[in-house]
């Protein structure tokens, strides 16, 4: 058969490899990969691993459309806490949580137009973001900073912000975690959340940023793993089609690509399994399969390819369904090609504060500082102090290549500075010991992220206070402790321009002294 007709292999299958975004291995793209996307796959999603330099992304985004000019490159970049362009040195810019502090609209969609040009630049036209999510309980393990705020309103208009200035930069939207992962104390990389509020309470907090970006034209909406019981007792978001078909294309009027959360996670491979649940989620009205954060090899992708074309075969998922779907991912890659001629045109000028090496994401992260003197005067430090590190365990969306802290950026202002990291420690009298050890005469500098959600974090600041008052403290995660310290310093995020930020209070040094 020399032409492609409904129901024949070759349409079936390329429909199949159409709705896959699968991720691989290497700087470079592996054969098998530029195989499959000569047969029908549609697009790739990249992460810190694949990731060298911009120029290497360049180079290895044009080496994927050798295949074809039109393939979707998608990408996890949040900024903030969750970067892959930046997985190896922090990010250039604040993300969500500090961008809401500040609650300038304009800034965040500058901010987000920034980094699509920075994307764009680069060949990916997809990014995995912005998340929508209300941050409505401070609990929460996976979204915390991810969240523009607890505020309803202002994450929606910020939600929507950051959607208007992605986009105006030819990098299409990807709006997440529909219908909102705000509300759990679950990581549903691990397990499955469930979320037991009423219909009414969803619609009027969840559901309204996810409105407000799609009146916004946002080209892409991102399920979560998440069990909702008002909407639906029996499955997930990403493989419900009362949740996807019914509330988000029909009752919210959604017409642009529906894409899953990564088909990996726990959420859904423990109970469904990745080929079932992708069939299921098809089924369901999802429009594109993420799967390669943790699975990245082709035996993935022809798994995945040959479950849903075995569904179709069985009548477990219909033909048409299949065919829409694969047809939504085409039609976005047709409009960001589009969107990418467009950009190259002559005499097509960079907005407003988005220029080549902007620091616009420097000054977003200043503007999101918030400085809480304690009860005797200030003076900033003139000599290099000790940092104390307290970590936790890194959530995998956040992960732990990244590096973070404020002893990098403090070093670069005062020379000698040293850092240490401390865990969980069942004895905080030894994590004392050392801490003030090392540090000597020289004044401490502490660094939290979420110590509300930590006891052991809690229990080991007081106690550094006790024996230190002067210390200082910067919070870079969720601020809802009580302020302490001679200085405390929310930064309400730990991107590498958070951490500088600090730095430049601590020592009244910089423009943002």
């Known amino acids: 058969m020399t032409t492609l007709v409904r129901g024949s292999s070759d349409t079936l299958t390329r429909d199949a490899l159409a709705v896959l975004q699968p991720g691989f291995v290497g700087t470079t793209a592996p054969d098998w990969l530029l195989r499959r996307i000569g047969e029908g796959l549609s697009a790739v999603g990249l992460f810190g691993r694949n990731i060298v330099s911009p120029g290497q992304l360049a180079a290895l985004t044009a080496q994927l459309r050798t295949e074809r000019d039109d393939l979707l490159v998608a990408i996890d970049e949040e900024s903030g806490d969750v970067t892959r362009l930046e997985v190896r040195t922090g990010s250039s810019f604040p993300g969500n949580y500090a961008l809401g502090t500040v609650d300038d609209t304009e800034l965040t969609r500058a901010v987000a137009r920034e980094l699509g040009r920075r994307l764009a630049a680069c060949g990916v036209d997809l990014n995995w973001a912005p998340a929508a999510d209300i941050n409505s309980n401070p609990d929460n393990p996976v979204i915390g900073v991810r969240s523009f705020g607890a505020d309803t309103a202002l994450a929606a208009r910020h939600t929507v912000a950051y959607v208007e200035g992605l986009q105006a930069a030819g990098v299409a939207a990807c709006t997440k975690h529909f219908p909102g992962h705000g509300d759990t104390n679950v990581d549903s990389h691990h397990a499955l959340p469930r979320i037991d509020v009423e219909l009414d309470t969803l619609h009027a907090r969840e559901l309204v940023p996810f409105r407000a970006a799609i009146a916004a034209g946002s080209k892409a909406v991102m399920s979560a793993h998440i069990l909702l019981p008002a909407l639906d007792p029996d499955r997930p978001a990403t493989l419900s089609p009362q949740i996807l078909t019914g509330l988000l294309r029909e009752e919210l009027g959604y017409e642009g690509l529906i894409v899953t959360d990564g088909m990996e996670m726990q959420a859904i491979s423990s109970t469904y399994g990745i080929e079932h649940g992708s069939v ?62 467009a950009a190259a045109e002559p005499g097509v000028a960079s907005q407003a504060g988005t220029a080549p090496g902007s620091d616009i994401g420097l000054v977003a992260a200043r503007r999101a500082v918030r400085v809480t003197v304690g009860p005797q005067p200030y003076e900033p430090l003139t000599s290099a102090p000790h940092v104390a590190a307290f970590t936790s365990v890194a959530n995998i969306a956040v992960g732990d290549e990244t590096p973070w802290g404020v ?89 590498r321009v958070c951490g500088r930020a600090a730095a430049e209070v601590i020592t009244g040094k910089g423009a943002g002294a």
């Not at 085409?330 to 409009?335: G, P, V, Y």
């Not at 850092?419 to 420690?425: G, I, L």
């Open 280 to 341: 299921l989620a098809i089924a369901a009205g999802a429009d594109a399969i993420c799967v390669g954060g943790g699975l990245a090899d082709e035996e993935t992708v022809l798994r995945l390819r040959d479950a849903l074309v075995a569904a179709v075969r069985d009548g477990e998922l219909p033909e048409e369904r299949l065919a829409d779907a694969a047809a939504r991912v085409r039609a976005l890659a047709d409009w960001t090609r589009r969107a990418r001629g």
């Open 407 to 495: 002893g990098a950026e403090l070093a670069a202002l005062l020379p000698g500075t040293t850092t240490d990291t401390y865990e969980a420690s069942v004895d905080n009298s030894s994590l004392l010991a050392h801490v003030l050890g090392v540090a000597g005469d020289r004044r401490i500098v502490a660094v939290v992220r979420d110590v509300h959600r930590h006891p052991w974090m809690a229990d080991a600041l007081d106690a550094l206070l006790a024996a230190r008052p002067d210390t200082v403290v910067v919070e870079m995660g969720v601020d809802r402790a009580d302020p302490r310290g001679a200085l405390h310093i929310a930064t309400h995020g730990a991107a």
